[in-house]
Structures are given as structure tokens and as C-alpha cells.
């Protein structure tokens, strides 16, 4: 079975805390994702990467960095966390082809007090 | 960029109704995808679509693309409670490696 882990599935953190959230995945893809969820906003593409220390931003960078130093993992930090950062956060990966589906983790619940 | 705008944004069903789901794209679709999440989990990969007119169906959950690739419906034929969640439509975009999605249809189906 394939599979997306997200190292936690809920999270809560101290405003102005620099917070990791760490995903891996098996299948040897290239690309990896982070995105956020909110009601009534779907999801909001972070950062992806392409390859192994490779990244672009997404839609909403700000607040938000990333490291990706070995391809299996894509990490999403947030470097003094806030309280609108409040969110449940996806990670996401996919091979290179562009006919392929992604495959997503279980999602991480983060509050940030 | 690429917008994909879904409708209705919540639905609620009595069990045994059908439904649809539409997602419109503000562009050409290249690739289609559908997924389905239970509230608070990751997403469930449901199809994906890349000819116009093409239509696929898993169990009873059926997705069409239209002729101009601008437009994908998902309908869910005698609905049970194991259908509720969120659906999501998305479609890769840039230079395919991106995939943006649209803002999800919550669905609640009463017994």
C-alpha cells in the first residue's frame, strides 16, 4: 500500500514557537505538496517541490518555509507561528507525470494559541 | 491562473436520493481529478478524467468531463450515509506539476 505519513496528526503550539511538520513518502515521487485547508476555502497550495532541495512557492507562502534534503521528505516550517496559521495542514505527493493522481497524508489538525 | 469553482458548496440528501456536483474550470482542463474526504482525513483519490466527454464510474459515483474540458459534474446515484464528506475537484496546473483545487462540496446524507 502506498502511502503519505504526516508526523502528527494534531498539534497545538504557542504563538511566536517555530513549528516543523514533517511528511514521507514511499512511492519515490518526485513531487511533494503542502497545503492548507480551510472552511469555505478549500485548499491553498503552500510550497511544492520538484526534487530533492527544490521548491516553489504556492499560492500563499507567507509564514512559511520548507526543506526538502532527501527525496522520501518534505518538511513545512513555520517560523514564528501565529494564531491565524491555525489550520489543518496536507501533504501531498505525485509523480512527475501530469496524468498521475496525488496521494495525500492524513492531514495534521495545528492550533496555534 | 487556473480557478476551479464547485457548486453547490454544502448539500444535504435524504438517503436514496441522487445528486450532482459541478466543477467549473476558468480554463481548459488538461486533467480532471475528483477526491473525497472524510471530515478531519487526508483525501481519498476518487477519478480522474482527461478526454472531453469522457465519463467513468466507480461503484455509484459517476464522473463526467464535458466536450470543451471546462466543465466536470460528479453524481452519486441512491445516496447512503457512507457518501457524506467533503468532494473535492482538481485539476494540475503551471506546467503540470501544481494542482489546484476547488473549494470543496460538503455533502450530508440524512437516513
Known amino acids: 500500500d502506498v502511502k503519505v505519513t504526516q508526523s502528527s496528526r494534531y498539534l497545538v503550539k504557542r504563538t ?11 512511492m519515490d515521487h518526485e513531487n ?19 526534487d530533492v532541495k527544490m521548491k516553489e512557492k504556492g499560492d500563499i507562502p507567507e509564514g512559511y518555509s520548507v526543506s526538502r534534503e532527501k527525496k ?4 513545512l516550517i513555520l517560523e514564528s507561528a501565529s494564531t491565524n496559521q ?10 512527475l507525470r ?7 497524508g492524513q492531514g495534521t489538525r495545528l492550533t496555534v494559541v | ?30 486533467g ?15 477519478m480522474m478524467l482527461q478526454k472531453g466527454g469522457e465519463e467513468k464510474s466507480h461503484e455509484k459515483i ?20 457512507s457518501h457524506a464528506g467533503i468532494y473535492l475537484c482538481g485539476a494540475p496546473t503551471g506546467a503540470g506539476n501544481m494542482l489546484t483545487f476547488g473549494g470543496g462540496t460538503r455533502l450530508m446524507v440524512k437516513p
Open chain 2, 32 to 46: 480532471l481529478y475528483w477526491y473525497k474526504q472524510k471530515y478531519g482525513e487526508g483525501l481519498i483519490f476518487l
Open chain 1, 98 to 104: 501530469y496524468d498521475t493522481e496525488a496521494f495525500f
Open chain 2, 62 to 81: 459517476t464522473a463526467k468531463l464535458d466536450e470543451k474540458k471546462q466543465q466536470s459534474s460528479l453524481h452519486i446515484t441512491a445516496s447512503q450515509p
Open chain 1, 72 to 75: 522520501e521528505r518534505f518538511s
Open chain 2, 1 to 30: 491562473s487556473q480557478e476551479l469553482e464547485q457548486s453547490p458548496q454544502s448539500l444535504i440528501v435524504q438517503e436514496g436520493k441522487n445528486l450532482t456536483i459541478n466543477c467549473t474550470s476558468s480554463k481548459t482542463l488538461y
Open chain 1, 86 to 95: 491555525t489550520s489543518m495542514y496536507l501533504c501531498a505527493s505525485r509523480t
Open chain 1, 32 to 50: 511533494m505538496f503542502w497545503y492548507r485547508q480551510d472552511p469555505g476555502l478549500g485548499l491553498r497550495l503552500i510550497y511544492f517541490s520538484y
Open chain 1, 16 to 26: 511566536g514557537e517555530k513549528v516543523f511538520l514533517e511528511c514521507v513518502q514511499d
